[in-house]
Nanobody, 114 residues
């Protein structure tokens, strides 16, 4: 099983990034998909989650209205569109797949800096 993330980088405050996570080796439609993040010195926290068919989603309060999670079940891929980024969004972002088992991606770095 592999979860391969991409799309991280360096962006200025107010900018945008789109993270992608493509999965291999799982039946993608069986899994709830999430994005977590961990900032230096902090614990890992849930950022957003989307249901198997994409009909429902959850966001932590600090990203509501700025981030959008989506999935393309035909491409086995989940996305996180991040707009109006702020300094506090700087972290390593991890893709997560949850069913009976759970799997993690390797992480992609997002740095928001002026």
């Amino acid at each position: 099983v592999q979860l391969v993330e991409s799309g991280g980088g360096l962006v200025r405050p107010g900018g945008s990034l789109r993270l992608s996570c493509t999965t291999f080796g799982i039946t993608f439609t069986h899994y709830h998909m999430s994005w977590f993040r961990r900032a230096p010195g902090d614990e890992r926290e849930l950022v957003a989650r989307i249901s198997r068919e994409g009909h429902s989603s959850y966001y932590r309060d600090s990203v509501k209205g700025r981030f959008t999670i989506s999935r393309d079940n035909a491409k086995n891929t989940v996305y996180l569109q991040m707009d109006n980024l702020i300094l506090e969004d700087t972290a390593t972002y991890y893709c997560h797949a949850q069913d009976t088992f759970q799997y993690w991606g390797q992480g992609t770095q997002v740095t928001v800096s002026s």
